[in-house]
């Protein structure tokens, strides 16, 4: 792992990733791309991470892509547009899709300002929380003429609405914490001094829970946003029939009829 990404496992079984590159409000560049998600491929064979939480280094979560200090380097001959788009191949849209896909829930805890990519990445946790201070901000059109990537033109009208989603990208007006809960783009916010201490709070409780489960709950509604009822209908069945076997819901069950609290964290 490089000096980009800092990796902490917490005592209860909470991973927390922060994002470490704060001179320049954790701009991303190649390091930190790729120190994430190596970091995840890391995370996915362990068994002692139960619940990850990303979070940034400083007085910002992430600015985006760092376009002061040529964020990814590009290959000799390669233009401007076949550079980018050779970074979200190789780099930025793995990401995402293992954020998502990984077996473990996932918080993003979101200290600050998230511009540009950052809002893609900020808005990829399955449970999305914020400071007071904290401002979301779609800076791809207005400012540079593209479209909004790392996954935020997928995420910011699933969870707004395409009114919403389109004030926000082609105004490029900053989003406050408040109004972002309000809207549906995140859980919660906190005061500044308190977000990482509720996260935490959180994060036990999903630590403590059917973390497997919890992810699948988390994967249905992903996949609904872009679904018929039908097809969410079949997804549910053919998911049913996987996890009414697994150990987890034995668990569930007996503890139910036991009437005590489920143990799910002695469970493989």
Known sequence: MNNAIKKELKDNGVMVLTLNRPEVLNAMNRDLIM??????????????????????????FCSGADLANGGWPSEEGMTGGEAGANSMEIGFNPLIRLITSIDKPVITSIN????????????SG????????????????????????????????NLIGRARANGMGLLGDDVSAKQAKEWGLIWD??????????????????ANGAIKGLKEVSKAHFKALSGSLDEQLDYERDTQRVLLDRAEFKEGVTAFLAKRKPNFRDID
């Open 35 to 60: 120190g994430l998600y190596e970091t995840f491929q890391e995370i996915e064979k362990e068994k002692d991470s139960r619940v990850i939480i990303i979070t940034g280094e400083g007085r910002g």
């Open 112 to 123: 600050g300002i998230a511009a540009g990519g950052g809002v893609g990445l900020a808005l």
């Open 126 to 157: 399955d449970l999305i929380v914020a400071s007071e201070s904290a401002k979301f901000k779609l800076v791809f059109g207005p400012n540079l003429g593209i479209i909004p990537d790392v996954g935020a033109s997928w995420f910011v009208p």
């Open 189 to 206: 916010c906190y005061p500044d001094d308190q977000l990482m201490e509720e996260t935490m709070k959180l994060a036990d409780r999903l």
